[in-house]
């Protein structure tokens, strides 16, 4: 069905009793997507021709600076590294270090310098920052090594060639003390060699004994025989030492007691030519040794003086000058 078409609403009046024609009913909105119509655009007057003058007298006319064209631009010169930021050098100990070690290999000798040079090596790398800290220890290592080979071998052959040689000699060490003694003996007067090692002094027959003997202990007094003693060198710490000797003048054996007074005289006399006058302010004194009735018997006419001191032992010899009071 259709519908019939609205009446419009009658006019209404206005406050002034005018009647007011009701509003048009407004147009529906144009479809989606269509333009609406705009009018014409209004004509604008047409634009003045230029260069027509002013009244106004124009002003000077000024030209545009002309400007000159710019130079292309300079590329930069390119710079070398800055100093001191290249690698740092290798220390000259170090190579030394291994090069010394390794030709010890050679030269055996100079495998120390090589441990030394190779420590000091270590020492400066680690202070100034330089390379060849492999180099210094490989040279450390080489070095210690060949040296304490060097010292090994070394012992060795010492140790070898000192049983050898002693076996060889009959014993290189005794020769040697022997001979020690023997010239001790000679530098402070010791009269002879008794045969006795070094440390073991000889015993003497008393009927051997010889001028420049020197006995490790007094003969003491009052002894009725005396068979042997004990003889040491002058250098050691000793008790008495053999001044003088001579021989008895009686034809038959005169008895202990008148063999003593000959030794005695004879004996003093020859103490005091021997010895300084200050031994006797010092404990000195002097004794004598007479055959027996026996050893008289055998052929001996042997009178022996001999000096010694009470205070203390005597190192070297009254008849060289060199006798003291031993500490």
Same mark, same amino acid.
């Given at each position: 069905m259709s519908t019939p078409?609205?009446?419009?609403?009658?006019?209404?009046?206005?406050d002034a009793g005018h009647s007011v024609p009701p509003h048009a009913a407004p147009p529906p909105p144009p479809p989606y997507g269509s333009t609406p119509a705009y009018g014409s655009a209004p004509a604008y007057g047409s634009a003045p021709a230029?260069?027509?003058?002013?009244?106004?007298?124009?002003?000077?006319?000024?030209?545009?600076?002309?400007?000159?064209?710019?130079?292309?631009?300079?590329?930069a010169p390119g710079y070398g590294a800055p100093p001191g930021y290249g690698p740092p050098p290798t220390n000259g100990l170090a190579i030394a270090s291994l090069v010394t070690s390794l030709s010890?290999?050679?030269?055996?000798?100079?495998?120390?310098?090589?441990?030394?040079?190779?420590?000091?090596?270590?020492r400066q790398i680690k202070r100034d920052g330089t390379q060849g800290r492999g180099l210094a220890i490989a040279g450390v290592v080489v070095g210690g090594l060949v040296t304490l080979a060097g010292l090994l071998l070394t012992a060795f052959l010492v140790a070898w060639f000192s049983?050898?040689?002693?076996?060889?000699?009959?014993?290189?060490?005794?020769?040697?003390?022997?001979?020690?003694?023997?010239?001790?003996?000679?530098?402070?007067? $010791? !009269?002879?060699?008794?045969? %006795?090692?070094?440390?073991?002094?000889?015993?003497?027959?008393?009927? *051997?004994?010889?001028? #420049? =003997?020197?006995?490790?202990?007094?003969?003491?007094?009052?002894?009725?025989?005396?068979?042997?003693?004990?003889?040491v060198s002058c250098f050691l710490p000793h008790?008495?030492?053999?001044?003088?000797?001579?021989?008895?003048?009686?034809?038959?054996?005169?008895?202990?007691?008148?063999?003593?007074?000959?030794?005695?005289?004879?004996?003093?006399?020859?103490?005091?030519?021997?010895?300084? $006058? !200050?031994?006797?302010?010092? %404990?000195?004194?002097?004794?004598?040794?007479?055959?027996?009735?026996? *050893?008289?018997?055998? #052929? =001996?006419?042997?009178l022996l003086c001999l000096v010694g001191n009470d205070l203390s032992e005597i190192t070297g010899s009254y008849l060289e000058g060199t006798a003291n009071l031993a500490p």
């Open positions: 078409p609205t009446a419009p609403p009658p006019a209404t009046p206005d230029y260069g027509t003058t002013s009244p106004y007298d124009a002003g000077p006319a000024y030209a545009a600076p002309a400007y000159a064209a710019s130079s292309p631009y300079v590329v010890a290999f050679l030269v055996g000798l100079t495998a120390p310098v090589g441990l030394v040079l190779g420590i000091v090596a270590l049983v050898a040689f002693d076996d060889a000699s009959g014993g290189f060490a005794a020769s040697f003390e022997e001979g020690w003694e023997e010239g001790l003996r000679e530098g402070a007067g $010791a !009269g002879r060699d008794t045969g %006795g090692d070094w440390g073991s002094p000889g015993q003497v027959d008393a009927t *051997s004994l010889l001028v #420049g =003997d020197c006995l490790r202990e007094p003969i003491g007094w009052g002894d009725d025989a005396i068979d042997a003693v004990t003889v008790g008495e030492e053999v001044i003088a000797s001579a021989q008895s003048g009686a034809m038959t054996f005169p008895g202990d007691e008148a063999l003593e007074v000959e030794a005695d005289a004879w004996c003093l006399e020859e103490a005091e030519s021997a010895v300084t $006058a !200050g031994h006797w302010d010092e %404990g000195g004194y002097y004794t004598w040794l007479v055959p027996s009735e026996e *050893s008289w018997d055998q #052929g =001996d006419r042997t």
